[in-house]
């Protein structure tokens, strides 16, 4: 009796503990099943990627391995952080504050990425300073191509560590250019490393993607050009700075090629060559409240070298200053070339101890021998309206070619002066082939334009269609 009472009860004991048991291998096997279909979802499959992290579609590259000291090589870290941030549509990339990252050559390479990354870029990144980082070079340091979507935002820098580059010489043969030598007689250079490749890269360069932003970081001593954007649509810069000294050779600040729809404003740059290059390919340019110099300013071109056509259209630079720089608002272009650049407005440009504030020159001849040509790449409808400051050596240029002239130039409200602060040549307005209207009294007066159009008109008609 008693042990049926017992039995019955060790009976109903193993009920209960089975049933209790049973609903919970349910419901753990319901959340796991969620938590797979979510995992899914999310696309991080990877069963070596940290989990930690990976919350809200973030990749944080410390969580891949990266020290952050300045001195142990982060690339990998960097690179399988990538390729996580890559797989999943919208997620974003960390490079934390605090932290200093030394990232060799690296490609975050995109055809087969999903859409709408962000690589948040709050630390520093520092490029490799000797030799055997850049192999025989590379034209860049770091790359986004492919890339359908991408944004790099944050309060971060990265550092090209260019110095080392900066004096050293392509080869024993090396001539400054005539640009390097009228702006400095010798660069400022802590060291240099003559086993460095003489390819020199671009810090930062996007390809082939659309729908680019860059917005607040800060791009520095870059080895060449800060920031490139070669062959990309629908591209915003905003809020960034480039800073690199006035005597780094070919630091460009932004170069644009082959690239349509671009928006930059709101940033600052100060460099040792163009604070943004306009070149062969790029229409729909709008440029507004940047800040520049010291630069050799903002130009289109040059365009046309060896004989090649070159197309560029629509570009607007407006409310934009420039300090301690070369040129302002220019346009120069190789003899021998064809194509056009046409529909330009550059208004309301402030300019402070500038060399030559508005410049064209059809006679571009950047280093080595050029020969005059009967080609040329057409220049018109070029608009300036409200230029204002002070020049150190000649107020405007145009120096055009003589079988294409340029037309369609309208100088509108220019009101500039000699600098005080600098020993002024103090040239004369200049102008050679060059037909336009003064929309108003200009100063100083600018006599040289011609008006209407040149007697030869049409005899580019061929090549300038873009
Ligand atoms: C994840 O998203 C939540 C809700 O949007 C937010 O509160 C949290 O800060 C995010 N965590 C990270 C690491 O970004
Ligand atoms: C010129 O470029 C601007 C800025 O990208 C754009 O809004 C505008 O539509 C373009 N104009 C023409 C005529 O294509
Ligand atoms: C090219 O032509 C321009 C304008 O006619 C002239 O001033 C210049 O001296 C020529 N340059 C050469 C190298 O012939």
């Known amino acids: 009796m008693k042990s049926m009472k017992i039995c019955t009860f060790t009976t109903l004991m193993i009920v209960i503990v089975f049933c209790v048991l049973c609903s919970s291998f349910e419901s753990c096997s319901a959340i796991r099943g969620y938590n797979h279909h979510f995992r899914k979802l999310k696309a991080t499959s990877s069963a070596a990627s940290p989990s930690s992290s990976n919350d809200n579609n973030t990749f944080n590259v410390l969580d891949y391995g990266a020290k952050g000291d300045g001195k142990a090589d982060d690339t990998k870290a960097f690179e399988d952080a990538w390729a996580d941030t890559c797989k999943t549509e919208g997620s974003t990339m960390i490079v934390p504050s605090g932290s200093e990252f030394l990232v060799k050559p690296i490609s975050f390479s995109g055809p087969n990425c999903e859409q709408n990354i962000v690589f948040q870029l709050d630390g520093k990144i520092i490029a490799p300073t000797d030799s055997e980082s850049w192999g025989s070079g590379t034209l860049q340091w770091m790359e986004f191509t492919k890339l359908n979507k991408i944004t790099i935002k ?18 024993p043969t090396y001539i400054p250019t005539e640009e390097e030598s009228t702006t400095s007689s010798q660069y400022s250079v802590q060291a240099s490393n003559e086993n460095l490749p003489s390819q020199k890269p671009t810090a930062l360069r996007f390809y082939g993607s659309d729908g680019v932003t860059v917005a607040g970081i800060t791009i520095q001593n870059s080895q060449q050009t800060h920031l490139k954007f070669d062959s990309c649509t629908n591209v ?45 390919g790029c229409s729909n340019i709008f440029i507004h409240d940047l800040s ?23 570009v607007t630079v407006r409310d934009t200053s420039l300090q301690n720089s070369l040129t302002a608002v220019r346009i120069k272009t190789w003899q021998g070339g064809s194509g056009s650049v046409q529909d330009v407005m550059f208004s309301n440009i402030q300019v402070s101890d500038v060399e030559t504030p508005i410049m064209i020159d059809q006679y571009y001849c950047d280093g080595g021998k050029c020969k005059n040509d009967t080609s040329s790449v057409a220049v018109s409808a070029i608009h300036y ?51 336009g209207e003064l929309k108003t009294k200009t100063v100083p007066p600018v006599t040289c334009l011609d008006s209407g159009n040149p007697p030869n008109k049409g005899i580019n008609s061929n090549s300038d269609s873009c």
């Open 236 to 280: 915003q810069v905003f809020d960034i700075n480039v800073l690199s000294p006035a005597d780094s050779p070919n630091t460009d600040g932004i170069h644009l090629q082959n690239s349509q729809t671009v928006l930059i404003y709101s940033s600052t740059l100060a460099c040792g060559d163009d604070c943004v290059s306009i070149q062969n």
């Open 154 to 171: 944050g309060k971060g820098v990265i550092d090209g560590q260019g110095s080392v580059w900066w004096n050293n010489n392509d080869s």
């Open 292 to 314: 520049c110099g010291p630069s050799h300013g903002i130009s289109i071109g040059g365009l046309g070298k060896d004989g090649t056509k070159a197309c560029v259209s629509n």
């Open 385 to 435: 309206v409200n230029i204002k400051g002070t020049y150190t050596k000649e107020p405007l240029h145009f120096a055009c070619s003589d079988n294409i002239p340029c037309t369609g130039l309208t100088l509108d409200t220019i009101n500039l002066q000699e600098s005080t602060t600098q020993n002024a040549k103090s040239d004369s307005p200049f102008c050679w082939q060059a037909y």
